[in-house]
């Protein structure tokens, strides 16, 4: 079966987290979303100084590894945490490995990315595998952030605390079909201990992300702004 094909396991299938079932959060939302409104795109305008800073960012975080492809941890990669963005369709997939037998007893965790996502490889892992991904850069987890983001795209996919979005409490309105999915996250290894707190929604949302949260996922979901 071609990794593309894969369902995602782990924290986001099929599993209840304080009493809600999570769905995989590369499911399919808005293709029109990923506006000038988003996280991401707040993170990249501002002032000529703020731009020649990202430039000068930009040119120094060369890519890490290819989008595509197994890399040994250890040899080929190193333990840390890792970024994709730029993924628009849901078709990147990765997956951390405890060996390379290719079996779903190998998986440790996995997802189907829409937007960005953060992943941190564990020393003890031994394959990395990414198919039709954006590169992956490596994350500077001790960076801060100079003007979090005050609303993001819903269909953004993983956006990290006080650097791509303030924490604070967030709205997503005209939610259909129950494929809006979020996820406050501790970390950015995707088991089932990083999970602080998830939903399926319908209709409107509201979800408040605390300062002390690593991670905010969003999939399928309209845009989000901040209320308070």
Not at 85 to 108: F, P, T, V
């Amino acid at each position: 079966m071609g990794m593309k094909g894969k369902i995602a396991l782990g924290a986001v299938v099929g599993v209840v987290v304080i009493g809600v079932v999570s769905v995989s959060a590369g499911g399919d939302g808005d293709s029109g979303k990923g506006t000038d409104s988003s996280a991401s795109s707040e993170r990249g305008s501002g002032d000529k100084g703020k731009a020649k800073d990202e430039k000068k960012d930009k040119e120094e975080k060369e890519a890490a590894f290819g989008g595509d492809g197994d890399y040994q941890v250890g040899s080929d990669i190193q333990a840390g945490t890792y970024r994709t963005s730029g993924n628009s369709d849901a078709m990147c997939y990765w997956e951390r490995a405890k060996d390379a037998k290719g079996e779903m007893e190998s998986i440790l965790a996995n997802d189907n990315v829409t937007g960005t996502s953060y992943v941190t490889v564990k020393p003890s892992d031994k394959l990395f595998t990414s198919n039709g991904c954006s590169d992956w850069e490596t994350v500077d987890l001790k960076a801060k952030g100079g003007s979090p983001a005050t609303e993001m795209s819903g269909d953004g996919g993983m956006f990290k605390v006080g650097v791509d979005i303030a924490p604070g409490t967030y709205k997503s309105t005209g939610n259909k079909d129950d494929m809006c999915y979020w996820e406050r996250s501790k970390d950015a290894e995707h088991s089932l201990e990083s999970i602080l707190a998830n939903n399926n929604v319908s209709g409107s949302a509201v979800v408040t992300i605390g300062a002390s949260d690593g991670y905010f996922k969003t999939s399928g979901c309209e845009d989000w702004k901040k209320s308070s």
